[in-house]
């Protein structure tokens, strides 16, 4: 199981990214997808999730409005839109997966993507 990030880059506050989360190997449709990110100083969080079957997502309650996850299973991806983006979104993205299900914890994840680096600054 292989996963990459990308998307990242400079943006002002206010402004949007869309992460993208690609898979290599193996089909994403049987796996559930979770975006976590750390920033420097701090410890990995997890930020939200998808599952595999029923497509449930949940959002950590500070992007709750400001961020869309979506997955694209003809592509072969998964995606974290993200808007009204603020100085303290800046952070390594990492996409991860830990089974079938919508996991938010960095611990129940077995499988980790290279990161992709946010940076929100005027």
């Known amino acids: 199981v292989q996963l990459q990030a990308s998307g990242g880059g400079l943006v002002q506050p206010g402004g949007s990214l869309r992460l993208s989360c690609a898979a290599s190997?193996?089909?994403?449709?049987?796996?559930?997808i979770g975006w976590f990110r750390q920033a420097p100083g701090k410890e990995r969080e997890g930020v939200s999730c998808?599952?595999?079957?029923?497509?449930?997502?949940y959002y950590i309650n500070s992007v709750k409005g400001r961020f869309t996850i979506s997955r694209d299973n003809a592509k072969n991806m998964v995606y974290l839109q993200m808007n009204l983006l603020r100085p303290e979104d800046t952070a390594v993205y990492y996409c991860?997966?830990?089974?079938?299900?919508?996991?938010?914890?960095?611990?129940?994840?077995?499988?980790w993507g290279k990161g992709t680096l946010v940076t929100v600054s005027s």
């Open positions: 991860a997966t830990g089974g079938r299900l919508c996991r938010i914890k960095a611990d129940a994840m077995n499988s």
């Open positions: 998808i599952s595999s079957t029923t497509g449930s997502v």
């Open positions: 190997g193996f089909t994403l449709d049987y796996y559930g």
